[in-house]
């Protein structure tokens, strides 16, 4: 019987040695996959147990943690004190619904899981001595107070404002409204659902400065007219007949106001008055692709660079069926509509904040930014973001041709509401009528800067559902809000 | 040195490991550093003292590392389910003790010779089969979890397959001593009542719908028939016959296939029929969320573990994420807090476990003892691989206990009428048989 005995034994032993095997397997060679799967909790668990970097304003904390223990466990939660003012930015990081904003495309940071190699040694010593691990703090450029102006003046309204400053592209406002407060994600979620403002749905969690994808309107113009001096086929100066409407594809179009015809104007007139068969005509002239090619070289086509997650950015340009859509022959546009910003334009406020930035920095868009510098949790700075130049969208003289034309706008044409003593302002009104007479998109965009100097800021202000004008509804929160931000940039 | 000094020295060694365990688990869940753990550790320490004087009476030439193995064994499963849920932590304290006492009693009522149990081997089986039959007696079984392996005696609840299998063991070393040369030269009319125990193993399974004991009930019988008879052909035809009643049953018995699917496709990127709610789920959420969980329990230890009290077994908002966790998945929590080296180390007290009770039965003289250590020992290593091997994927997942560690008192117990009696076998075999 010995034999067989000694059979058995092996076969015994057999089966446990593969369960020593069977065990190494999961430990070693599939345990980065398993660690990597949305539905362990065990790694949820372990990122709430990161103390993660704070969020800042310049001036003001956005995002704080606080400390539970749970389970013989200390776990970090997030805090948000100042609620809803940079909701749609800042994000949230909770356990019940995952994460969004900047705490979603920062987590690497936030969490210390990115760094070089002296952080990782640090961190896996901290980890031996069983400290928490500390992220880094990431200091943003909005200003709260400017962001705080926005939303109370926006109040039921929907739409948003986006604010830059041209110089540098760095993000001062991005307001969305309505807005939401993070704090309320974790457990009162339904509370969130239950916000109602003039628009329905009301969507409080989308971010309108950068995924509200709106028809802009007259506010298209000023792309148009930049296409317009950069073919070299046009001046300011050139003068055009408005017969009050303008004849695209066969159809009439007329301007917004049709009982006055303007008859000979020149298109630095036309652009003070948005006179629409000035553009109309421009745009048959030139074509569809150009002035797209024009709209490409102020960031159209490609999604606005900031460091908010990539899903809660969305690129502006012609869409069709929903898809953005870029046409391979002219003759697949109405290049005439499409001039002063009605055809299958859609653009989102982030955008055209850079467009009124670009204009008025002397023709250079630069890179917008929102994330001013990250530090270390023993207070070093670790990156700092250095303004960076996206692209140049027009020449120096045709910028400051365009810049005067909209200049003139504010001083004397639609955009009056919009002036402020002691500042140079420019800016173009919008309009995009929907056929419902109370349901108009409303926009504004501007730049403004202390005579002589250059701008020190540039914004765009949408609204939905409006019965009146851009020039009515959205040029004063545009004067207000930029109110709020010239005092402390005029005096730096 | 003696046998029993060494015993009683690898038992103060095992000792040592095992109260710097069950410390680290005390002073993790106590969250400051105190002495609270030490009552337990000393308690812990007498109960097994105590078996071991006993065993210095009684069994004094036994194979010294067997109670040490098994109170090593028994120290690591009470630190971690004290570590999971503490006050099961107590009882099982409490069945420890109880299971030693029933070691004690073993070893005393069978001082003279255990090979009187021979003599009632029909007894034990027919005893064998009632008893695996008990839970499925109306009134009396109740099914937990979908398997009905339950017997409620007035406030008492066990589990009666566990005593089950060692009155297998011990009619099957009877029974096969006695026929196998008969059953060696195939007499037809010997395999009467084999195949009455596979018919027999079938009816279990389908009257308890709990695949992992008729497997390893089965397992033990194939062995023990394999010892005995010499014959690899009896084996596998025992495995086509179980293979075959399996399939046969396989439509019949929908928690053994739901086992099946999620043992072979755990993971789905579809939402497919969930067999809890009747709803559509990925799979990972549903039928085999407990085997999922548990494999990235398991995975989070990597090489070296979280370290005792360190790891993570409850979600954020401080639900238990792997339920059952300190009975049938007690490996997956001592996977993550000690690691691939731990676990390695724990798989390794169960090899030598497993290899002494097979030396025992090795040295062993007559055919019934060698039949019944070999019996015990193979049933530790099949009983370890079923349950070990569900957790990590390398069977279909049956929940069974793990030998000496799960939480539980039936288990408990009867692994320490096991271990007496294959103390017995040794203690026998090495002093050679007296008259």
């Known amino acids: ?492 | 040195m003696s046998a029993r000094n060494r015993e009683l020295l690898t038992l103060f060694l095992a000792g040592l490991v095992a109260s710097a365990a069950f410390a680290s688990a005390w002073i993790a869940d106590a969250a400051q550093i105190d002495q609270g753990w030490l009552p337990y550790a000393a308690l812990l320490g007498g109960v097994f003292l105590a078996g071991h004087l006993v065993a210095r009476v009684i069994v004094p030439e036994a194979d010294p590392t067997l109670l040490p193995l098994a109170a090593l064994l028994c120290a690591i499963g009470l630190t971690f389910v004290y570590r999971i849920a503490p006050e099961d932590g107590r009882r099982q304290l409490g069945w420890v003790a109880i299971g030693v006492l029933a070691f004690a009693l073993v070893l005393v009522w069978l001082r003279y010779d255990y090979r009187v149990l021979e003599r009632y081997k029909y007894v034990f089986g027919v005893s064998a089969i009632v008893l695996l039959m008990l839970p499925s007696v109306p009134g009396l079984g109740e099914r937990i979890n979908g398997v009905k392996l339950w017997v409620n005696v007035g406030p008492l609840q066990f589990q009666p397959g566990e005593i089950a299998k060692i009155f297998l063991v011990i009619f099957l070393a009877g029974y096969l001593r006695d026929k196998r040369e008969a059953l060696a030269r195939g007499r037809l009319k010997d395999f009467g009542p084999l195949l009455l125990i596979w018919g027999g193993a079938m009816l279990v399974l389908v009257q308890t719908s709990d695949l992992g004991s008729a497997l390893l009930n089965f397992g033990i019988f194939l062995a023990m028939l394999y010892v005995a008879t010499g014959k690899l052909s009896y084996v596998v035809a025992g495995l086509v016959l179980f293979g075959a009643g399996a399939a046969a049953l396989y439509n019949a018995l929908d928690r053994v296939q739901q086992r099946v699917t999620v043992w072979l496709e755990p993971w789905t990127d579809e939402k497919v029929y969930c067999t809890i709610n009747g709803a559509l789920e990925y799979r990972q959420n549903c039928d085999s969320y407990q085997l999922v969980k548990s494999l990235y329990s398991i995975a989070n230890g990597g090489y070296g573990g979280t370290g005792i009290g360190n790891g993570t077994f409850q979600t954020v908002d401080g639900t238990q994420l792997i339920p059952y966790l300190q009975t049938d998945f007690v490996y997956s929590a001592i996977a993550q807090e000690l690691g691939l080296v731990g676990a390695a180390a724990v798989l390794l007290l169960f090899l030598a476990l497993v290899a002494r009770t097979m030396r025992v039965a090795l040295i062993a003289q007559d055919g019934f003892s060698k039949l019944l250590a070999a019996g015990l020992g193979f049933g530790f290593a099949l009983q370890t691989f079923i349950i070990v091997g569900g957790v990590l994927r390398l069977v279909p997942l049956t929940g069974i206990t793990l030998p000496f560690v799960s939480y539980g008192g039936s288990s408990i117990v009867s692994n320490f009428v096991m271990l007496a009696l294959v103390m017995l076998v040794s203690n026998r075999a090495v002093r050679g048989a007296p008259a």
């Open chain 1, 1 to 492: 019987m010995n034999a067989q005995l000694t059979r058995v034994t092996w076969m015994a032993m057999a089966l446990i040695v593969a369960l020593v095997v069977g065990t190494t397997y999961w430990q070693t060679w599939a345990r980065p996959g398993l660690a990597a799967r949305q539905d362990n909790e065990i790694q949820r668990v372990q990122e709430f147990q990161v103390k993660r970097g704070l969020i800042l304003g310049p001036e003001r904390v956005l995002a704080r943690n606080r400390v539970e223990r749970r389970g013989g466990k200390t776990l970090y939660f997030r805090k948000y004190p100042q609620g809803k003012l940079a909701a749609h930015v800042v994000g949230y990081s909770t356990v019940a619904r995952a994460r969004a904003g900047l705490e979603k495309s920062l987590n690497g940071t936030l969490t210390g899981t990115e760094g070089n190699l002296g952080d990782l040694v640090e961190r896996q010593l901290n980890d031996l001595r069983r400290k928490p691990i500390v992220g880094d703090t990431v200091v943003t450029s909005l200003d709260v107070k400017a962001q705080q102006v926005a939303l109370e003046t926006l109040g039921r309204r929907c739409g948003a404002v986006a604010a830059l400053d041209p110089r540098s592209g760095k993000l001062l406002v991005m307001a969305s409204s309505p807005s939401y407060d993070p704090n309320l994600v974790e457990k009162r979620f339904g509370e969130i659902a239950k916000i109602t403002a003039d628009c329905r749905p009301a969507a409080p969690l989308v971010n309108r400065a950068s995924q509200g994808l709106y028809p802009p309107g007259s506010i298209f113009k000023v792309v148009t007219a930049a296409a317009a001096l950069g073919s070299n086929r046009y001046e300011p100066g050139s003068g055009f007949v408005d017969p009050g409407y303008c004849i695209a594809y066969g159809k009439r179009v007329n301007n917004f106001d049709t009982s006055r015809p303007f008859g000979n104007v020149d298109l630095a007139t036309a652009l003070q008055y948005s006179v629409n068969s000035v553009f109309c005509n421009i745009g048959k002239a030139l074509g569809a692709k150009r002035i797209l090619d024009q709209a490409r070289k102020f960031g159209f086509y490609e999604r606005p660079p900031l460091e908010t997650p990539e899903s809660e950015r969305y690129p502006s340009g012609l869409y069709r069926q929903g898809d953005l859509w870029y046409p391979e022959r002219n003759s697949d546009v109405d290049a005439g509509r499409m001039a002063f910003g009605q055809e299958r334009m859609l653009v989102t406020p982030l955008q055209m904040a850079m467009v009124a930035a670009g204009i008025g920095n002397a023709g250079i868009v630069m890179r917008p930014f929102v994330v001013e510098k990250l530090v270390s949790p023993k207070g070093q700075t670790v990156e700092r973001t250095k303004p960076e130049r996206l692209d140049r969208a027009v020449g120096p003289v045709d910028a400051r041709d365009i810049s005067n034309m909209m200049v003139r706008a504010v001083e004397a044409g639609t955009g009056t509401a919009a002036q402020m003593s002691g500042y140079r302002v420019g800016g173009k009104t919008g309009t995009a009528e929907t056929g419902v007479a109370s349901r108009n998109t409303t926009w504004f965009i501007a730049f403004a800067g202390r005579p002589g100097r250059r701008p020190e800021v540039a914004i765009a202000v949408v609204l939905e559902d409006q019965s009146s004008t851009g020039g009515s509804t959205a040029a004063p929160i545009a004067r207000v809000v930029m109110e709020a931000l010239l005092p402390s940039t005029a005096n730096p």
